[in-house]
């Protein structure tokens, strides 16, 4: 993957310099610079395929088409071979190329032929007309910004902020989504002034901004047999494997001997001799005898890596590559693995998206028998929550008392309720609870529709920015075969309940992995999260930095003063439900450090 940038409506090589320069991390390799009559591209380069100076970007043709490209196209040999058919002529075996040649064939139509994980801009100097587009699950990230005068994009927001008419400020609306779901849903961010593409969107941008949607994902379940299913999930997970072992530098497979990382070692296994990477950080969450016995079974060339676990200085190093809070706290392990994977391998396959297609968090399950629970008589939910925790139990009377799906998921899911957001002294908008409804209008059963809300939503705006920015910080390309297109469209189809029960999960999937010859030990493995020993922090001193951020926090004014004071004291009783609301609070007083206070953001040299 790579870099880019961009300013339709301004003449200006230091400013895309500049811009350039505040992504470069993402492409270490190369960079180029387009300026047209009123559009500046650039692109900062990290050399996948074709390593040659005839992949460099940005790429034009002689018809005025001009590209600058970040991430793969897996049907670019497919595309080359219809081009070549109209007449084009390649002198290159870049999979731009084909986008721009692309381009000047099927113009805005471009996206619907594209099979990849991609963010790309298209120039065409005669109609004066760019094309912006994102795929179809959201894998790569791509921003807009839009001042009186001129519209910006790039693949991280912190390039804007080198035009001095766009300044970093909070954006209040965006807060209220952001403390339900620890992340901004798309296209908000929690910049003022800043959107996300949403995935699966084109954005066609001339005297007038249009955004249309090219991906819609199937929502009408089909019948089938688990015999079936098994085969077609099979062939599918084969070929988005295959296709993502398209490399000229060195590439491997994160191993964590869980079932998504397994699948994905053993489907590599069936070309090539797998080279894998396994991270330990430290007892605590010791994977070591999963792992060994995926290696021992299909004998992986391995690297295991040791990295320090209690690496918390590193925050605001982790939120500036981020542009967000880093809510989620696996951001710190991911940027850890990354730093040290880098010396081995340029790709790397992660196991990303497999829980949000098959069902694999233990999170369905239990809304599943809370759909039902849901019906009984309110005493009978009261006397449940006596033998509860006190906080548990209230989230609990919450979610009993949802009139809808979307108001079950939320209450049951969220960072904060929306009680508890009105406790803290934010009033609840709503828009948490609005922006969860959109996917239960669907005739789906209610399992098939929080997987397509996750897809929509966890994924692209959370877990895959997380893997992405995090990846790139050290110029590693994380590819996510679970999320092949293909692959996430048939699931889609497949019943409910060949996915998941409120007894067990993955159902599908582990069939599949069993009939490959999976080891019984992996399959039988229950869900393990990428986790960092919070409570353990706190006592190595975390706790000295977090009362100090939380007292800023309360300067803000943004709730009322103690909120984030009352998680800590309240941390002990119930670690579990509090870690969520710790990392929510702490992650954004970091987030307010480095984008709002320090002027024009500059990559922290400060550690906590």
Not at 21 to 44: C, E, F, I, N, W
Not at 72 to 90: S, T
């Amino acid at each position: 993957m790579c870099g880019i940038v961009g300013v339709l409506g301004l003449s200006d090589r230091r400013l895309i310099e500049r811009m350039k320069k505040a992504v470069a991390h993402r492409g270490p390799d190369q960079h180029g610079t387009y300026m047209g009559k009123s559009v500046m591209l650039g692109h900062q380069r990290l050399s996948i395929l074709d390593l040659s100076e005839k992949g460099r970007q940005p790429m034009a043709d002689h018809e005025g088409n001009v590209v600058v490209f970040n991430g793969e196209i897996y049907n670019h040999k497919a595309l080359r071979g219809e081009l070549e058919k109209k007449g084009y002529r390649f002198v290159s075996q870049s999979d731009t190329e084909v986008l721009v040649h692309g381009f000047s064939e099927w113009k805005n139509a471009l996206p619907e032929k594209l099979d990849g994980e991609y963010a790309f801009a298209a120039w065409n100097e005669d109609r004066r007309e760019l094309l912006l587009a994102r795929d179809a699950l959201g894998v790569v990230p791509l921003y807009v910004a839009k001042t009186r005068d001129a519209f910006f994009f790039a693949s991280e927001p912190k390039a804007f902020f080198e035009f001095e008419g766009i300044q970093p400020k909070l954006n209040s609306s965006a807060l209220d989504s952001y403390l339900t779901y620890r992340y901004p849903v798309a296209p908000d961010t929690l910049f003022e002034g800043i959107q996300k593409v949403r995935p699966g969107h084109a954005l066609t941008v001339n005297a007038k901004i249009r955004q249309r949607r090219f991906y819609v994902p199937p929502t009408q379940e089909t019948a089938v047999t688990a015999t079936e299913a098994q085969a077609r999930i099979q062939a599918l997970f084969a070929a988005s494997v295959k296709k993502r072992l398209q490399s000229d530098v060195p590439l491997g497979a994160y191993l964590s001997g869980g079932l998504d990382s397994s699948f994905i070692v053993a489907q590599m296994s069936q070309w090539t001799k797998p080279r894998t990477f396994s991270v330990a950080f430290g007892a605590e969450d010791d994977e070591t005898p999963f792992v060994e016995e995926i290696v021992s079974h299909y004998d992986t060339i391995h690297t295991p890596l040791h990295v320090e676990a209690d690496r918390f200085d590193l925050l605001p190093q982790i939120t500036w590559h981020l542009d967000a809070p880093a809510a989620d706290i696996a951001a710190l392990p991911t940027y850890l693995m990354a730093q040290a994977t880098k010396k081995y391998a340029t790709v790397v396959l992660t196991g990303d998206g497999g829980d949000e297609v098959f069902a694999g968090y233990n999170r369905y399950q239990r809304l599943l028998a809370l759909e039902r629970i849901r019906k009984i008589p309110a005493t009978w939910t009261r006397a449940a929550a006596l033998f509860l925790p006190k906080t548990t139990a209230a989230r609990l009377t919450e979610a009993m008392h949802a009139k809808s799906r979307a108001e079950l998921v939320v209450a049951y899911s969220a960072a904060y309720s929306e009680n508890e957001k009105t406790a803290m002294g934010v009033k609840p908008s709503g828009m948490a609870v609005r922006l969860a409804e959109e996917f239960f209008k669907t005739d789906q059963t209610f399992l098939n529709q929080m997987l397509a809300m996750d897809q929509a939503t966890l994924l692209p705006d959370d877990y895959l920015l997380k893997v992405n920015t995090q990846s790139m910080a050290h110029g590693v390309e994380a590819r996510v075969p679970f999320l092949d297109t293909a692959l996430v469209n048939y699931a889609a189809t497949l019943p409910a309940s060949l996915k998941a029960t409120w007894k067990t999960t993955r159902i599908i999937q582990r069939r599949a992995m069993k009939a490959m010859g999976v080891p019984e030990k992996i399959l039988k493995r229950k869900k393990h999260g990428f986790n960092v020993p919070t409570a353990s922090w706190l006592k190595q001193g975390l706790i000295g930095v977090a009362e100090q951020c939380f007292e800023s926090l309360d300067q803000r004014k943004l709730m009322k003063p103690g909120a984030g004071q009352r998680v800590l004291k309240q941390f002990d009783e119930s670690p579990a439900y509090f870690t969520r609301q710790f990392w929510t609070l702490l992650g954004l007083e970091l987030w307010c450090r480095v984008y709002l206070d320090c002027g024009k953001p500059v990559k922290p040299k400060w550690k906590l």
